[in-house]
């Protein structure tokens, strides 16, 4: 499969995505997997990891840009995959930015990309971060429902947000803040876009930080907007775009999807690629003790029992990859998601990155099920997969609505 437009559709990386990978893949095994037990234990921002990340530059705007700009598109899979083999917390700490620099590049104007996404990132003697805010306590799967208000002043041409988010990925400590909010509530999600909310703003505040069950080494929390004043040009893709955009809803004509929608759009593969790195780290790790473990006078990965589990596993894990790079590369080169390509590969690598940990707990037996031995982190890490940037019920919805062309509800 070819492209007469963008880059040729290969299985095999080119030298540069090969040795970024091999570069990131460096990062994770002597940086990232030595302090990931410690940072999963405390609970806390990695921030002196993150902060090695900045000083070789894979925590900068420059890397971020470079790989979601690779022809292929399989530079931030490539990237990402790597990453979250090392830790998913941390490695969710690290990447948590991306989300929020991704929803103002993906709809934002020029001169908003320019001036506020450098701000998320920082310096290595000064890093920063951004935060991506679309879920609400009664607004998580139907983003629809988000009920944050932000209202605007002519008069004085700002936005006024109030609100309540929640489940906010560097959420209350990030620097710039990206916030969905409803500007016509009567029109549902097409009523909503996109604000900028620049560092120190009075009336932001963090409301509860969240403790988890996995990727705890990544800060989760609610972010509170009480009465938060914007200036009018913060509202991302520009007020006169947003404006015509209204007017094409109310005139009853199809409408672009809108800001939050459109980040997970392009997001999910790239999710999915999270996914793939911890089931690949499970599986890497049951097979090396399945060569080493012995009963019966047997290395135990020479039972059918459990070799059939890792044959299983490498299947699931092979096959979740190829969505993943396949939906990755549809994006970069503007192939339509005719059948829900992106949903499909965010779905697989979830899914099969649960089983895999899983079954490399049941490997490992009563060791797997202990904190001395990483699967069991990895378990508790990989089940957030199916749950965040759309659920595994959402993506079969929005596959099913693709695939048959009904309103399936």
């Given at each position: 499969m070819t492209s007469t437009e963008g880059a040729p559709f290969s299985l095999e990386l080119g030298d540069d995505l090969r040795e970024v990978q091999g570069w990131v893949h460096e990062f994770a095994r002597d940086v990232i997997r030595p302090a990931a037990q410690e940072w999963d234990e405390?609970?806390?921002?990695?921030?002196?990891?993150?902060?090695?990340?900045?000083?070789?530059?894979?925590?900068?705007l420059d890397f971020f840009a470079t790989q979601w700009l690779e022809p292929t598109g399989l530079g931030i899979p490539v990237a990402f995959e790597e990453l979250f083999w090392g830790d998913a917390g941390i490695a969710l700490s690290i990447v948590g930015t991306g989300l929020a620099a991704a929803s103002i590049a993906a709809v934002g104007t020029p001169e908003q990309t320019g001036e506020w996404v450098p701000q998320m990132?920082?310096?290595p003697d000064d890093v920063k971060l951004g935060a991506f805010c679309a879920s609400e306590p009664d607004a998580g799967s139907d983003v629809g429902a988000i009920r944050t208000r932000a209202v605007y002043e002519e008069a004085s041409d700002e936005w006024v947000l109030n609100g309540r988010k929640t489940w906010a990925t560097n959420g209350g400590i990030a620097d710039v803040h990206v916030v969905v909010a409803s500007v016509h509530p009567e029109l549902g999600s097409r009523g909503q876009a996109s604000f900028i909310v620049p560092p120190n703003t009075p009336g932001l505040k963090q409301g509860q930080k969240f403790r988890k069950h996995g990727i705890r080494a990544s800060h989760t929390a609610e972010v509170i907007l009480d009465d938060v004043r914007l200036p009018g040009s913060l509202i991302v893709g520009g007020k006169e775009r947003f404006d015509e955009r209204i007017a094409r809803v109310r005139e009853g004509k199809s409408a672009k999807a809108q800001a939050a929608l459109k980040t997970f759009e392009t997001t999910r593969p790239s999710?999915?690629?999270?996914?793939?790195?911890?089931?690949?780290?499970?599986?890497?790790?049951?097979?090396?003790?399945?060569?080493?473990?012995?009963?019966f006078g047997r290395k135990i990965g020479d039972f059918q029992a459990v070799a059939f589990k890792l044959a299983d596993m490498k299947c699931q894990i092979d096959a979740a990859r190829l969505m993943v790079w396949r939906a990755a590369w549809m994006a970069r080169n503007g192939k339509e998601f005719t059948s829900a390509e992106g949903?499909?590969?965010?779905?697989?690598?979830?899914?099969?990155?649960?089983?895999?940990?899983?079954?490399?707990?049941?490997?490992?037996?009563?060791?797997?099920?202990?904190r001395e031995y990483p699967v069991e982190r990895m378990h508790r890490d990989s089940k957030i997969f199916t749950i965040f940037e759309g659920t595994s019920e959402i993506q079969r919805l929005v596959i099913g609505r693709s695939i048959t062309g009904l309103p399936v509800r």
């Open positions: 405390r609970e806390e921002t990695p921030w002196p990891l993150i902060q090695e990340a900045s000083k070789i530059g894979l925590y900068s990132f920082g310096t999710v999915g690629a999270m996914a793939l790195g911890v089931a690949r780290a499970a599986y890497d790790y049951a097979l090396e003790y399945a060569r080493e473990r012995e009963q949903s499909m590969a965010k779905l697989m690598a979830s899914e099969a990155a649960v089983r895999c940990t899983e079954e490399a707990i049941q490997i490992l037996g009563g060791n797997g099920y202990t």
